[in-house]
């Protein structure tokens, strides 16, 4: 352009201040508007309109009549050129809506003013309009008000109000009553009732009642029974208190169970009465009265008897000591001594024995102790002492000789050398010393008495006397001649006689009295009275003489009136008495101790004062007060100048701080200081204001935090904090009350409106997160991962979400992949089945006759089937069937004859070739659809003999035909039952075990059904009544022929779905998949949810309205996040504390102040300082307890509320070997890991790490135990083994990722073949090897051999077994071929037995009777069974059954893919197979039905290790080298397994040679017999050759087949003990055979 008046079309769209300014629309690229050149076309330029009103203008861009044919208004707010597509459509009035460019879509809200719903509005009721669009009218709903229930579609909703889902609920059923309000009109209010739970009584209005309950009444009377019940407290709440008592005479009671019952009859019956006096005990209380008391005396008595009084005795003279045993409180023997003797009177008493004196002793008798069996002298020696004018005296009575002779008064006896002991005394007078030493005693006021001393032999007889004290003085008597020592207490003594005594003079002033000598006479003294001090001889001490100090006694008017503290002591003071003496009292005073100033007041505490602050200080020295205070800088106070030591120091401001007696610790508030303070009020935060100061330790110079204002959080120490504010705090509940609950986030703390609701995992927000407001949250089960999501369930599957709403849970669905279709809610499909038939149906109906297609196993491949229709039976794998009919299970007309039907041809175009056979002993020629002529021997010939058989349709037989009365009725197969004389047997056909021609076959095993046959009956209406039962849980039974479809109600399989969501289960088709759908159960509503559970609904308000206070309480939010749920308030932590809601109740909130901001919490304070921050409770109702912790190598101790004070003290830290706040410890070892320290320095803490040890593998973890595992790796993906396996039909696999060694060459389906460790042969399917072809054979009559020579499909037959036994008839194959029988096996009774046990009958010897065996069919094996069925058994393990179905059902694919070892238990019995663990592996670790969850290693016994060749299991050529034969070592597990399965493979070599062995014989044979009829030139045709060369043959097949059993026994011997070589001959015992004429020979 030229600069003025264009500018390039490029520039900027804003470009409004420029000189030229460009008006329209800028591209993106750069071009204008409409007119948006091609970038090759920058060149050109345009001029644009300025002005244009899109609404009336015609432009490429305006409306034309875009909203008037829709009735709406044009709206062009710019007519601005640059402004197109701007214009809008409105809605018109009462419409509402409008839309930029386009016709609005209108919406009308009839709850709008001036609309119909103004009549909800008008009666206070709430108007809501689920539909607005302007074609939805009337179906406006009016809402009854909370707590109001009911709704009306246009019109007014009629309201009820139930009290008893408001405070009934709360006062009532919260606590397990019945609440009923009988009239719910809003106006009806306080009438609710509410009753007590059944089985108590009680109701109340608007009240909790008071519950009765007589348990006795209800569970009491069962629980007692026939005892008598009692409840003593009927209120409800005391339950199991009711008490059963015995019915008398017997005992016994208990409380909430019925009583133990006994009958004492010590307490009631004889033992009371027999047993009174002695111990009576009943050993046996339970049984009635039986008189087994005991009697038992009571000790010291012994005695006791049963049922009667026991005899009691004791002898208390037994001899000895108490023998050992002897009863408790039995008294000793009585001992008598060896001078008496002791007699018991009687035994039955007790203290009646007796001590007998021996003779000359006076026989004394003393009962119960010994006797005093005296002897006087005297009454010997009397004469002696007369004759000496003396008397005999026997002091002794007991003692012997002890008499003496005495003198007769007043003579005494004169002492001399010995005594007067059996002999006469030495008698003298005395003649009175008193008379001539008397004055001695008188002198001294005492009297004198004479004596003679006799004791002492050399005592003079002279000068014997002595002095007495006369009254009232006393003492001791005088001696040798002296006074005697008297004394006399004058205090004491009152009396006329004394004179000198004190006489009561002292009391009657009182004083007391105090003699000091009592040898004294006239010296005693009066004392004053306590607590006085004085005294006077002879007369009372005047009262002024009395001395009295008061502050040092105790008296009612001293200082201590008792306490034994004085009163002036008790305040520090001293007291002072004032006069001394008693008659002064009170004159007492306290003073004050120095150098304290006093007031004092007598009798009574002083008023003491003292200013410490400006005194000096107590005696001794030392500061005043005041200099104390002075030196560190402080103001000194006495506030009490009375007392000591009270005085304070007190901080200078602006410190602060006191302290008494001593100078004070002085803090400082730093957020007083102006600077300070400023720095904090200057910063602030938003909207929300300036920080706050504040000084967490006073004590700590330059600790001060600026704490930023609520309700943002965070605080810095000594400067402005950094703020924040989490807006989920404000606006949390917005994100919380959402339909779904979501949480909120605040992604930036320093700015607002940025809060935003995120989904709460595992729902995700479909449209984003909700800014400032509620998100869109959706939950995709098939996504995400959850308690109720799929969680990759479906598997290759389809997985779907029904309803993706974040509430809808488990409605998620799998669906096959196509062309299955079929689907299962909330799992995966077991089996997603394809219908055959609908693709080969057409294959079917072209058979002749046409047939039925019937796909056996949807879930498999290749398993449709045609099927003949009936009568005919047949059934042919992928193709047309061969039909078989065989017509003789349509008629009974050889039943009623008691014969035999045979249809010639079962084929079903072979009709009316039925025939009647004679059934033996019987013989006829059959005849051809009709009753055969039948002749019979002995009394069986007899018409009306054999007509009682027939007519039962049984046969006759005739035992022995000479004898008479004999004959019998014998059941005909496939009949059984016991014979009958004369008369029918009772036979029975069980047409679900039998073969014949109605019976049920495999029938109803074949589609897993149950066979039952209920009427066993042989003929009739009981033929073919069979039926075929579904197996549980599936339901349906049909008569004849297999259910089609069992019915299922799939509720029993779904129903747990239902019933976690509180909703019932209803299936409406049984027979019907999908059909079960969950119900809302009453009072909820919601229709019915199909597969999944209902959408239900209820009503119950905001609970948070009754709940919000006990959140409250706990500085929690109460949050009900559904009105539809009750029950379901919960409290939720406030911010920043954390922690679950719970419901119902307050939340156990958590608070780490460490890691949160909030006023509280320790911000950066502790990491600033290189710290660790450490709350010691995290409980968030705890808080400001948080501390900084020193982070090693530093250490310290730990600070509350301010970094801690560290140093270091090492430089060198192993922290896997240390120990210290950051060491590892046992944190690696105790996994069995390896710990390291990547730095071992104390400048590198926390860098420690465990990591796994070999052979285990994991990351190395830091700061904990790491995840160890075995390092799986799959072999199949080595280079080595890629490409060992031909991949055109077979794929290599590996069983066990974890352990080396376990790949193998697998054949792919159909083949089961495989090879470990190398290629597989995989050969073309073997159909015999279907467990269902063999079934078809070996059920067939005769059982026959399934052979299958054709590798194309469908090619099986069932062949004939020949007469030896052996399968394989050359002249007779087909599918369903007619087969003879041999020997005993042609007779039907005979081979019925075996048939009718799943088995074949063979005759190994068809000339010998009685040698038929029973032999295993199709693929059981086992030893044939003589004369009987035999005991067979079914290897669930063996490979073949995994032929024609799935590998997932087949046992031994199951436990092979895990690498495990498949066993079959009890081969008797399906599903008793388990996998094994293989070694290395733990062998002894097995699970049923599956495989071992984990196989574990377990170390073996160390044996030799075996040069075997390699495993092989496939049908490929075994490994050449043969290897000798170890012996096994026991326990060794699996690797004896291995042994023994190549120990097999060794045996059957040996049984190949011997097989060769014998081919040639055979070949040998015929040769040599072939020369020996050449030579001797016999003639004889090909079939007699052929016959004697198969004997010859056969001769010598018997031969090697001998020397081959003899091999086998040898080599088997090796490894048998000598044990089970005799348990195994003892085993076989020989066989007699009864010899017979040939059948050639009889004819």
């Not at 003797?341 to 002793?361: G, V």
């Not at 009152?494 to 105090?514: L, Y």
């Not at 957020?671 to 330790?697: H, I, M, W």
């Not at 066993?1016 to 049909?1038: H, N, V």
Request: glycine share 8%; with cysteine.
């Amino acid at each position: 352009g030229d600069g003025r008046n264009w500018q390039w079309n490029d520039f900027p769209h804003n470009n409004k201040a420029s000189r030229n300014p460009i008006t329209g629309f800028v591209c993106e690229w750069g071009g204008v508007g409409e007119l948006c050149m091609e970038k090759t076309d920058l060149t050109r330029v345009e001029k644009f309109v300025t002005e244009i009103d899109e609404c009336v203008e015609d432009c490429a861009t305006c409306a034309h009549d875009t909203c008037t044919a829709f009735e709406q208004e044009c709206n062009d707010p710019e007519h601005d050129g640059t402004s197109l597509s701007d214009w809008t459509c409105t809605c018109p009035f009462p419409q509402v809506g409008f839309e930029v460019a386009a016709a609005a879509d209108c919406e009308l809200d009839e709850c709008a003013p001036g609309q119909d719903g103004e009549a909800c509005t008008d009666v206070g009721q709430t108007c809501t309009d689920p539909v607005k669009k302007v074609s939805s009218t009337e179906d406006f709903v009016c809402v009854c008000p909370r707590p109001q229930v009911g709704q009306m579609t246009n019109g007014v909703a009629t309201c009820v109000l139930d009290e008893c889902q408001i405070v009934g609920r709360l006062k009532c059923t919260s606590f397990g009553f019945q609440c009923h309000d009988p009239n719910q009109a809003p106006s009806s209010e306080g009438d609710w009732e509410c009753s007590c739970a059944p089985p108590s009584e009680g109701k109340e209005v608007a009240k909790q009642p008071t519950c009765m309950l007589d348990e006795c009444e209800h569970d009491g009377n069962v629980v007692c029974g026939d005892q008598t019940c009692e409840d003593p407290d009927k209120l409800a709440s005391a339950r199991g208190d009711f008490t059963c008592t015995c019915l008398s005479p017997m005992e016994g009671t208990d409380t909430g169970k019925a009583a133990v019952c006994t009958q004492d009859e010590c307490k009631v019956g004889k033992g009371a009465e027999l047993c009174q006096g002695q111990t009576c005990t009943d050993a046996d209380t339970s049984t009635p009265v039986k008189e087994d008391f005991l009697c038992e005396c009571i000790a010291p008595f012994t005695g006791k008897a049963t049922g009667v009084a026991a005899t009691c005795q004791i002898d208390e003279c037994r001899a000895g000591p108490d023998p050992a045993g002897a009863p408790a409180g039995t008294p000793p023997p009585l001992d008598c001594g060896a001078d008496q003797k002791c007699i018991e009177p009687s035994k039955a008493k007790l203290n009646d024995a007796e001590c007998h004196c021996h003779p000359p002793a006076e026989a004394k008798v003393v009962m119960a102790r010994v006797a005093d069996c005296s002897w006087d002298e005297c009454s010997t020696h009397t004469q002696t002492c007369l004759s000496a004018n003396q008397h005999c005296h026997d002091p002794d009575h007991n003692n012997a000789p002890d008499w003496v002779c005495q003198c007769i008064p007043p003579q005494v006896s004169v002492p001399v050398d010995t005594d007067g002991q059996q002999r006469p005394a030495q008698c003298q007078d005395p003649d009175g010393d008193c008379k001539e030493h008397g004055h001695i005693c008188h002198n001294a006021g005492q009297v004198c008495d004479a004596l003679v001393d006799l004791t002492d032999p050399h005592t003079p007889f002279d000068d014997l006397f002595e002095c007495k004290c006369t009254s009232p003085s006393y003492g001791a008597k005088g001696s040798n001649a002296a006074a005697a020592l008297c004394e006399l207490d004058e205090c004491e003594t009152v009396s006329d006689d004394c004179p000198s005594c004190e006489n009561d003079v002292c009391a009657a002033a009182g004083q007391t009295c105090a003699d000091p000598s009592t040898s004294v006479q006239g010296d005693w003294t009066c004392v004053c009275a306590a607590p006085s001090a004085g005294s006077k001889a002879g007369a009372p001490v005047p009262l002024g003489e009395c001395a009295l100090n008061e502050c040092e006694a105790q008296c009612p008017t001293c200082a201590d009136k008792g306490a034994g503290t004085p009163l002036c002591a008790t305040a520090g003071q001293m007291c002072v008495e004032g006069a001394t003496t008693a008659d002064a009292t009170g004159d007492w005073q306290c003073q004050c101790a120095a150098p304290l100033e006093f007031r004092a007041t007598t009798a009574a505490l002083a008023t003491c004062s003292l200013d410490e602050c400006t005194e000096a200080a107590a005696a001794g020295g030392g500061d005043a007060a005041g200099k104390v205070c002075a030196d560190a800088g402080q103001v000194c106070h006495d506030p009490a100048p009375g007392t000591l030591g009270d005085y304070e120091c007190s901080c200078a401001a602006p410190r602060v701080g006191s302290a008494v007696a001593a100078a004070a610790e002085c803090t400082l508030n730093e957020c007083s200081v102006p600077s300070n303070r400023k720095t904090c009020t200057d910063a602030t935060f938003l909207a929300y204001g300036a920080q706050e100061c504040r000084d967490p330790s006073e004590a700590t110079d330059g600790d001060w935090v600026c704490v930023c204002p609520a309700p943002a959080a965070g605080n810095a120490t000594a400067g402005a904090a950094s703020c924040e504010v989490d807006e989920c705090l404000m606006h949390g509940e917005v994100c919380e009350r959402a339909a779904t609950p979501q949480r909120c986030a605040d992604p930036d703390r320093a700015a607002l409106g940025d809060w935003v609701c995120g989904c709460v995992a595992p729902a995700e927000a479909e449209v984003g997160s909700g800014a400032q407001r509620a998100a869109a949250c959706m939950l995709d089960e098939c996504t995400a991962e959850c308690a109720t999501c799929a969680n990759g369930a479906c598997g290759g599957q389809t997985c779907a979400d029904v309803d993706r709403a974040p509430t809808s849970r488990n409605d998620w669905t799998c669906t096959c992949l196509p062309p299955s279709t079929d689907s299962a809610p909330g799992r995966a499909v077991e089996v997603c089945t394809v219908d055959e038939c609908i693709a080969h149906a057409a294959t079917c109906e072209a058979a002749t006759p046409p047939q039925t297609c019937e796909d056996n196993d949807p879930a498999a491949s290749g398993t449709w089937e045609c099927v003949c229709a009936k009568p005919a039976a047949g059934r042919g794998q992928r193709g047309a069937a061969a039909c078989v009919r065989n017509e003789c299970a349509e008629t009974e007309a050889c039943a009623r004859a008691g014969q035999r039907c045979k249809d010639r041809n079962e084929a079903a175009t072979s009709l009316n070739d039925w025939e009647c056979r004679c059934v033996a002993p019987a013989i006829g020629a059959p005849a051809l659809l009709a009753p055969a002529a039948c002749s019979m021997d002995g009394e069986c010939a007899d018409a009306a003999n054999s007509a009682v058989c027939t007519a039962a349709g049984q046969r006759c037989e005739d035992p022995d035909i000479e004898s008479d009365g004999d004959w019998l009725c014998r059941c005909i197969a496939p009949a059984r039952g016991t014979s009958a004389q004369g008369a029918p047997a009772a036979c029975t056909l069980d047409e679900c075990s039998t073969a014949c021609p109605s019976c049920a076959g495999t029938t109803c095993t074949r589609q897993g059904q149950q066979c039952v046959d209920e009427d066993q009956g042989y003929r009739g209406a009981a033929l073919g009544d069979w039926e075929c039962r579904c197996a549980a849980p599936k339901t349906g039974s049909k008569v004849g022929m297999a259910v089609p479809a069992c019915g299922l109600n799939e509720c029993s399989v779904h129903g747990a779905v239902c019933a976690g969501n509180g909703q019932d289960c209803i299936d409406a088709d049984t027979f019907a998949d999908g059909t079960w759908q969950c119900e809302c159960r009453a009072p909820a509503m919601g229709a019915p949810g199909n597969q999944r559970p209902a959408a239900c609904v209820f009503d119950f308000g905001d609970e948070c309205a009754t709940h919000s206070a006990t959140c409250a309480a706990a500085g929690q939010r109460c949050v009900d996040p559904s009105t539809s749920v009750n029950g379901d308030w919960a409290c939720h932590c406030s911010a920043p504390a954390v922690g679950a809601p719970r419901t119902g109740g307050v939340a156990a909130c958590v608070l780490d102040e460490c890691d949160e901001k909030c006023d509280t919490c320790a911000g950066e304070m502790c990491t600033a300082a290189g710290q660790e921050c450490v709350d010691a409770a995290t409980d968030a109702a705890v808080r400001g307890d948080w501390a900084c912790r020193c982070v090693a190598p530093a250490t310290g101790e730990p600070s509350t509320g301010a970094p801690a004070a560290c140093a270091v003290v090492s430089e060198e830290l192993d922290e896997c070997a240390g120990m210290c706040g950051t060491c590892a410890g046992d944190a690696c070892s105790a996994a069995g890991q390896e710990c390291v320290d990547v730095r071992p320095s104390t400048q590198s803490t926390g860098d420690w790490e465990c990591r796994c040890r070999l052979p285990l593998a994991g990351p190395p973890r830091r700061g904990g135990a790491t995840k160890c595992e075995v390092p799986e790796v799959d072999e199949c993906q080595l280079a080595a083994v890629r490409d060992v396996c031909d991949t055109r039909t077979s794929s290599c696999y590996d069983t066990d990722l974890a352990v080396d060694d376990t790949w193998e060459c697998r054949c792919n389906e159909p083949g089961i073949g495989y090879e470990e460790l190398g290629p597989v042969s995989c050969a073309v399917l073997n159909e015999c090897d279907d467990a269902a072809n063999v079934a078809v054979c070996a059920t067939g009559h005769p059982p026959q051999q399934c052979v299958d020579n054709d590798p194309e499909p469908d090619t099986w037959e069932c062949h004939c077994y020949l007469e030896s036994g052996e399968g394989g008839a050359w002249h007779v194959m087909g599918r369903y071929p007619h087969c003879p029988l041999f020997g005993d096996c042609n007779d039907d009774t005979v081979s019925s037995v075996c048939e009718g046990a799943g088995q074949r009958c063979h005759d190994p010897d068809v000339s010998t009777d009685g040698d038929w065996q029973c032999v295993c069919a199709g693929q059981e094996a086992g030893p044939a069974g003589e004369q009987g069925p035999a005991v067979c058994s079914f290897d669930e393990c063996a490979a073949a059954q995994c032929v024609g179905g799935a590998r997932s059902s087949c046992p031994h694919m199951v436990c092979h893919d895990e690498n495990q070892a498949c066993e079959d238990v009890d081969g008797q019995k399906r599903n008793t197979w388990q996998c094994r663990c293989k070694a290395p592996h733990d062998t002894t670790r097995t699970a049923q039905r599956a495989p071992v969850v984990q196989c574990i290693d377990r170390p073996h016994p160390v044996s030799p290790a075996p040069t075997w060749a390699p495993k092989t299991r496939s049908p490929a050529a075994p490994a050449t080298p043969v290897p000798t034969l170890p012996v096994p070592v026991q326990g060794a597990g699996g690797a004896d397994e291995e042994e023994c399965s190549t120990w097999l493979a060794c045996y059957w070599w040996v049984l190949l040679v011997l097989l060769l062995l014998l081919c040639c014989s055979c070949a040998l044979a015929a040769a040599l017999l072939l020369v020996r009829r050449r030579a001797a030139g016999k003639t004889a045709n090909d079939s007699e050759d052929w016959q004697n060369t198969f004997a010859a043959g056969k001769e010598n097949e018997t031969s090697n087949e001998d020397t081959m059993r003899e091999a086998s026994k040898s080599l088997l011997a090796e490894e048998m003990s000598p044990a089970e070589k005799g348990s195994e001959e003892a085993a076989a015992p020989a066989a007699p055979k009864k010899s017979k004429k040939s059948k050639r020979e009889e004819v």
